[in-house]
C-alpha cells in the first residue's frame, strides 16, 4: 500500500549544489555549441500556425535557485507555451484546493493512451487520470478561481506571469489558429462534463485552456518558471512567493512521472529530472534544490518533443549534477565494508 497520510512527519531535503556560476555559464554554452547542427525532427504542422516556425531557432538557458541566470542561443525568442502550460496551472489549482481534491478530481497516473485520447476517459468512467494530458489538462483549467471565464482566465495569467517574474502575453494569432482545430478538446471537455466531472461550461473552460496555451514565453522565461518549483515556490529572480513548497512536491512528482509523455520513462531513466515539453518546440525541465533548465527549438520527434532541447537539457543533467537519482558518498565518508 502506498502512504498517504504523512501529514506531520517532517521532510528532510538534501540535494546538492550546482557548480560555480562561471562553469555554469560554460557548460551552458558548450551544450547549444554541442547541438546547433543538429537538423533532425520536423515542425508541428497540426496547428497550422505552429508549421510556419524556424527551424534554425535554438535556445538554452538555466536559472539557479540564488537567482542566477546563464544563456545560450535565441534564448529571449518567444513562441507558445503550450502543453508546457500544464504543469504550472496543476500546481496553481493544487495551491488554491489543496493536495487532496485535485487528486480525486484530476488523478496523477498515467493512462497509457495518447494525450489527447478519449478512450482513455471513457475506459475510467470519465476520470482524466492524469493532469499532463489534455483531458486532464482541462480538468485542471476548470478548477481556477472565479465566478467567469473572464476571471478565471485572469487567474491564470496572473499566475504563470508570477512564476515567469514578468507579464506574460497571449499570441492572439496562434490563439486563433489553435481554436480552429480544436474539435478534439472540445468533445473531451463535453465527455468530461456528460461525466460530471467538469466545473462549469465545457466550451467556455476549453476556451480558457486553449488560450493559456497560447501564452508566449521564452526560453529564459521557461528556466525562471522551473527555478521557481525548484526553490520552494519562491521566483529566485523577484524573491515572489507562487505557490508552497508542498506544492512544487506534487507538481513535480506528476510531471516527473509523465511530461514526455510516452517517452516520460525513458527520459527519467537516461536524465533523471522532471521535465515537461510542449509541441512549439519548448522543454522545461527542474532539478530541485539547484535550478531548471529551459530550452527551445521547433524540431520534434515523433513523439512531440523537442530534440535539440532534450540533447541539450540532457547533456547539462549530466554535465551539472542535475539527475536526482544520482549520489555518491560525502567526502571523507567511511566506505570500507561495503559490498
Not at 485535485?102 to 493512462?111: C, K, P, S, W
Not at 480544436?182 to 462534463?193: P, V, Y
Not at 516520460?264 to 533548465?293: Q, T
Amino acid at each position: 500500500m502506498i502512504p498517504t497520510d504523512l501529514v506531520g512527519v517532517e521532510q528532510e531535503v538534501s540535494t546538492g549544489a550546482l557548480p560555480e556560476r562561471d562553469r555554469i555559464g560554460e557548460l551552458v554554452s558548450e551544450a547549444h555549441r554541442r547541438y546547433i547542427g543538429d537538423q533532425s525532427g520536423t515542425v508541428a504542422d497540426y496547428i497550422p500556425i505552429l508549421g510556419a516556425a524556424d527551424p534554425a531557432l535554438f535556445a538554452v538557458a538555466v536559472v539557479d535557485v540564488t537567482g542566477g541566470v546563464h544563456e545560450a542561443g535565441d534564448a529571449l525568442h518567444s513562441f507558445s507555451i503550450q502543453s508546457i502550460s500544464k504543469m504550472f496551472v496543476y500546481a496553481l489549482a493544487i495551491q488554491e484546493h489543496g493536495h487532496e481534491r485535485v487528486r480525486d478530481i484530476v488523478g496523477v497516473n498515467n493512462t497509457g493512451l495518447p494525450f489527447n485520447s478519449v478512450m482513455a476517459l471513457e475506459l475510467n468512467d470519465g476520470h482524466p487520470m492524469n493532469p499532463m494530458v489534455n483531458a486532464g489538462a482541462i480538468a485542471t483549467t476548470a478548477l481556477m478561481p472565479g465566478a467567469t471565464p473572464a476571471a478565471k482566465w485572469e487567474r491564470i495569467v496572473a499566475g504563470l506571469s508570477a512564476f515567469a517574474g514578468r507579464d506574460l502575453a497571449l499570441d492572439e494569432e496562434v490563439y486563433r489558429s489553435e481554436s480552429e482545430t480544436n474539435q478534439r478538446n472540445e468533445g473531451l471537455g463535453s465527455l468530461l462534463s456528460s461525466y460530471g466531472r467538469l466545473e462549469g461550461d465545457s466550451d467556455a473552460i476549453v476556451d480558457i485552456y486553449t488560450r493559456q496555451c497560447a501564452l508566449n514565453v521564452s526560453a529564459h522565461d521557461l528556466a525562471v518558471m522551473g527555478a521557481t518549483l525548484a526553490d520552494g515556490g519562491v521566483n529566485p529572480v523577484t524573491g515572489e512567493r507562487v505557490v508552497s513548497a508542498e506544492v512544487c512536491r506534487d507538481t513535480l512528482a506528476v510531471v516527473a512521472a509523465s511530461g514526455l509523455y510516452e517517452r516520460s520513462g525513458e527520459w527519467l531513466f537516461e536524465i533523471g529530472i522532471p521535465a515537461k515539453s510542449g509541441v512549439s518546440g519548448g522543454i522545461v525541465a527542474v532539478s530541485p534544490g539547484k535550478g531548471a533548465a529551459g530550452a527551445f527549438s521547433p524540431l520534434l520527434d515523433s513523439a512531440g518533443n523537442s530534440i535539440r532541447s532534450q540533447l541539450a537539457i540532457g547533456y547539462l543533467s549530466r554535465s551539472l549534477g542535475l539527475n536526482m537519482f544520482a549520489s555518491a558518498p560525502p567526502a571523507g565518508a567511511v566506505t570500507e565494508g561495503r559490498s
